[in-house]
């Protein structure tokens, strides 16, 4: 059973996917990711590999049941990939040279642009859930795209605040908020390769961390090709601070945020990517709790401007040192 079940009170939809319950739980004596499982090919830099427990699919399952006028039910129409870094088991995207994540950066672009040319398809997702308390089932290094048929709620509060501002100022509030951020310097990592590198003053999560193209800009299909270079090496960046906090690999969910594919323009929305780390120190995890999960005010039990200066002190120091 797959479908979209709406929420009137909150107004938002639930994916229901009792399918995934079936998934396997960290095999560890077979990985389909791997070059010889029959499942992908003897040979791959990067790949994209269909969800075998695909949350949306196209042409999605006919609802298990009739919704009413509150409780509304829709068809689960998407599509999700899992995004194969590299064909070697044993490893994490921090660890590949930026010439092979040169490789990943390019094919989220071309997936994006497939996915975005499908009339059914309102917004492509592109993210990482990366570590065992993350709650990754599989280990082999890899990343997912959801493809949805309605722009989500934490991109449409983003959108809707950004409109606003634009409409007001006749500026992207992307734009600005960088521009603070620049002027104020404490919770800033890093600027150049076409990227700013920053933990942001209301950051919700101690470690973190968001990237912000500097150029304005909707999506990946924008990017200049310094850009994509530049990416590439931004993103190891953040991702060997991340491992030299506390010399472990650090775990993160990773998420793009871009402009809708819904057809419509949105010239005040700005590409970025933000990452949120579990761990608020070297042993404890910040979990959702009562306060996050019941009223949506997540406490943070640090400052963002101590968390950016203990970032800044673990090498890399600059985006030079990385390759
Ligand atoms: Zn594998
Ligand atoms: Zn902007
Ligand atoms: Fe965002």
């Not at 994540?101 to 040319?117: D, G």
């Not at 290094?141 to 950004?162: M, N, T, W």
């Not at 299909?221 to 953040?238: H, P, S, Y």
Request: proline share 9%; charged share 25%; glycine share 6%.
């Amino acid at each position: 059973m797959s479908e979209l079940r709406w929420n009137p009170i909150l107004r938002e939809w639930v994916a229901t996917a009792t399918h995934r319950m079936d998934r396997p739980q960290l095999p560890k004596d077979w990985c389909p990711f791997c070059p010889g499982s029959g499942r992908v090919p003897d040979d791959y830099d990067v790949y994209i590999y269909p969800n075998d427990f695909p949350t949306f699919r196209m042409p999605p399952p006919k609802p298990s049941m009739e919704g009413t006028g509150l409780l509304q039910v829709a068809p689960s129409a998407g599509v999700c990939d899992v995004v194969l870094y590299t064909p070697e088991h044993d490893t994490t995207l921090a660890q590949l040279p930026v010439s092979h994540i040169v490789k990943l950066v390019r094919l989220w672009r071309r997936r994006f642009r497939e996915l975005a040319s499908m009339p059914e398809i309102h917004y492509v997702f592109i993210f990482e859930n990366k570590g065992e308390v993350i709650g990754v089932t599989m280990p082999h290094p890899h990343g997912q795209i959801y493809a949805f048929p309605y722009i989500p709620p934490k991109v449409q509060r983003e959108l809707d605040s950004a409109q606003e501002h634009y409409e007001s100022t006749g500026r992207c509030l992307f734009c600005d908020v960088m521009e603070e951020e620049k002027r104020d310097r404490r919770r800033v990592l890093a600027e150049g390769e076409g990227f700013f590198v920053v933990v942001p003053f209301y950051a919700r999560w101690p470690f973190e961390v968001h990237i912000t193209s500097l150029r304005h800009m909707g999506n990946i299909e924008e990017f200049w090709e310094e850009e994509i270079q530049g990416l590439a090496r931004i993103l190891k960046f953040v991702l060997l601070k991340y491992n030299n906090l506390y010399g472990f690999s650090f775990p993160y969910i990773m998420v793009l945020h871009q402009a809708p594919t819904d057809s419509r323009d949105y010239p005040y929305y700005h590409f970025h990517i933000e990452f949120y780390p579990p761990y608020r120190s070297r042993d404890k995890l910040k979990y959702l709790a009562g306060c996050e999960s019941g009223a949506g005010t997540f406490i943070n039990d640090s400052a963002a401007e101590e968390k950016a200066a203990q970032l800044r002190a673990v090498p890399p120091h600059t985006l030079e040192e990385v390759d």
